[in-house]
Structures are given as structure tokens and as C-alpha cells.
């Protein structure tokens, strides 16, 4: 549950365990970078929720002092925003929210 001055993610979105252990290498990244949204994402998730998810990621890098560059919310209801999983992608210029084909 989020906390009152943050949004909450969806119940329908679930942040997937990541590839590769919490302390590997490439797990460092902090999700602190600037955030971009491709156009798809944005018109299908919305601004609250593409918020919503960055906090839970962030939070969830602070938590294990780093994660992978990808993370993935798994849609577990297929008739909410056409079935699609949402993607964060952090390289070393920004935080990216897209969807799996525009990558």
C-alpha cells in the first residue's frame, strides 16, 4: 500500500524479481536519473501510474543499494492497458518508461 503522499502502482502491476542477484555487479543502478516515457507508454499507462512505478523501483533500489537496468512490471490482468508489461530502462543519461516493442 502507498504511503498518502505517494501514488500507489496498480494492483494489476507487479514488479518482477530481476535476471540477475541483488548483489551482482550490474545490479547499481539507482533509477535517479532523468525520467522519459516513449509516447506508447505514456498514452497507455498514464502519467500517475508511469509515477506511481518509478517510486516502487526506486524505492526497491534504495532498499537493495542497486538494481539491474531493467525492470519490468508484469501486467496480470490481460484486459487492462491491452495486456502489456511496462518496461524501465535506466542507461547512463536517463530513466526511459516504454513498452517491450518499442525497445
Avoid at 519490468?72 to 530502462?89: S, T, Y
Wanted: net charge neutral; proline share 8%.
Amino acid at each position: 500500500m502507498g504511503r498518502p503522499d505517494r501514488p500507489a502502482v496498480p494492483c494489476h502491476l507487479r514488479l518482477k524479481p530481476q535476471e540477475i542477484p541483488y548483489d551482482h555487479p550490474h545490479s547499481r543502478h539507482m533509477f535517479d536519473k532523468n525520467f522519459v516515457s516513449t509516447r506508447a507508454a505514456f498514452q497507455l499507462f498514464g502519467p500517475e501510474v508511469l509515477f506511481a512505478c518509478l517510486l516502487r523501483i526506486q524505492a526497491e533500489a534504495g532498499r537493495h543499494g542497486g538494481l539491474d537496468y531493467l525492470q519490468v512490471f508484469e501486467n496480470l490482468e490481460k484486459i487492462r492497458h491491452d495486456g502489456k508489461n511496462l518496461w524501465f530502462i535506466q542507461d547512463g543519461v536517463a530513466v526511459t518508461a516504454l513498452l517491450p516493442e518499442d525497445y
